[in-house]
């Protein structure tokens, strides 16, 4: 479990899911996904989370809410804003790299998603090496949990068209 004062100088900045169980990125509706956290005042920590993802029409669209850091339970809980805000989910960051550049979030269920994982990699790009030498391990994931992963194609080889076929899995 990692600590509010490791996670406050972890997280924020932009990060891009590389590999996921979540259906909302499997179902080739929503691709390209990213993560933006800001610190925002309060106490333990506080984040304004911003998802982004590109429809198939090439629009972009994005999901505001809030991460407030739980000490109890070493995790965060979101709260989605404006139609969103009766939503609420779970998560936390199960691993994080040496260097911070890759971390995986392990999601509870929530009143409309399944638990899940997200692998996620700071900044926008692609990082084909991590893919190439991940293990379960490397991941903070058990042999099924990794298993499960589906790695997300490269930004660079999506079509605004495309409908699916994204669901690469490791070998």
């Known amino acids: 479990m990692y600590g509010v004062d490791e996670l406050r100088a972890a997280l924020p900045g932009t990060w891009r899911v590389l590999a996921t169980t979540f259906p909302m990125w499997l ?38 809410g809030t991460d407030r850091f739980d000490p109890a339970s070493g995790g965060f809980v979101w709260r989605g804003r404006h139609l969103l805000a009766a939503l609420t989910s779970r998560w936390r960051v199960a691993r994080l790299s040496d260097d911070g550049g890759v971390a995986t979030l392990t999601f509870g269920r ?3 998603t399944p638990a899940g994982v997200d692998i996620i990699g700071r900044g926008v790009g692609d990082r084909p090496e991590l893919r190439a030498s991940a293990t379960a391990e490397s991941l903070g994931l058990d042999p099924a949990g990794f298993a499960a992963l589906c790695w997300l194609p490269p930004v660079d080889a999506l079509k605004p068209d495309e409908r699916s076929g994204h669901r690469d899995r490791p070998q």
């Not at 996904?33 to 669209?61: A, C, N």
Request: aromatic share 10%; hydrophobic share 35%; glycine share 8%.
């Open 110 to 112: 929530s009143m409309l």
């Open 27 to 64: 179902s080739g509706r929503r691709l390209a996904p990213t993560f933006d956290y800001t610190l925002l005042p309060g106490d333990p920590l506080v984040l304004r989370d911003e998802v982004r993802y590109r429809t198939r029409s090439g629009k972009f669209r994005s999901i505001v």
